[in-house]
């Protein structure tokens, strides 16, 4: 079993919940590889650290750019039912449901790297095809069991003093009355800003080299598509360990 790699260990003044150990992972796009290697390291660190509670958190951004996006959601599927994991809606998950429910979403889904998720389903774009075609024969391909990983997909899970949101929150607006748009869209309102959420926000969605720690956030989308490096971060009190 591959090691754990501890990057850095760093508290911030938020807690997770007593004999809880979070292992939160940003965006993936498509890299089952890297998300297997991931996986592999989280089981290793439990054996190694057994403690009472743990519970896993996919950021969302799973599909697109990369080329395994199918592969990606069977292996979140997997830890879903078997582990409980807790998988968020990302912003590139949100235009895929879209497109299964319209075909004119295709447009807006294709720039975001919607031919790679398609590819990963073995459709391929036929010359002169229609929107619609496309659309049913993704309908014809995309599996029962995706289709129930989508519908258990969540906007924002609490634990502790912790949020965990795909893209971030609204600044200002509490929490409960947040517009789910936000949660899987917003950047500069919300990177920008440096007042306390009453809550530490875990997030990912906007790429950076890597994980940054602010005083009211930390972004752990470290473009895993382009760069290969898929984050992984294990909460556990107030202190954070990256694997």
């Known amino acids: 079993m591959q090691q ?12 997770a919940p007593p004999d809880t150990r979070i292992y939160a992972v940003g965006d993936i796009h498509g890299r089952a590889d890297l998300l297997s290697e991931i996986i592999a390291r989280i089981d290793d660190d439990i054996r190694r650290r057994p403690i009472a509670h743990t519970i896993e958190v996919y ?9 395994q996006s199918k592969t990606v ?26 497109f299964l429910q319209d075909p004119a979403i295709l447009e807006y889904w294709l720039p975001l790297g ?84 009453k809550r530490f926000i875990v997030h990912g969605h906007t790429p950076v080299p890597h994980p940054e720690i602010r005083r009211n956030r930390i972004n752990i989308d470290t473009g895993a598509w382009r760069t290969g490096a898929l984050t992984c971060v294990a909460i556990e009190g107030s202190t954070k360990l990256f694997l």
């Open 4 to 15: 754990v790699s501890a990057a850095s260990s760093r508290s911030v003044n938020a807690s």
């Open 59 to 67: 950021l969302g951004d799973y599909v697109d750019r990369g080329p």
């Open 73 to 98: 959601i069977d292996l979140l599927t997997v830890r879903l039912v078997a582990n409980g994991a807790v998988c968020l809606r990302g912003n590139h998950e949100a235009v895929m449901e879209g």
């Open 114 to 197: 919607g031919m790679q998720t398609l590819a990963s389903y073995g459709i391929e774009l036929h010359e002169n095809e229609t929107a619609f075609s496309l659309h049913r024969r993704f309908l014809d391909a995309f599996p029962r069991a995706h289709e129930l990983f989508m519908q258990c997909l969540r906007n924002q899970f609490s634990c502790g003093d912790f949020l965990f949101v795909h893209a971030g929150i609204r600044p200002g607006v509490p929490l409960d009355d947040q517009d789910p748009n936000d949660l899987i869209w917003i950047r500069d309102e919300f990177l920008d800003d440096t007042r306390s959420h």
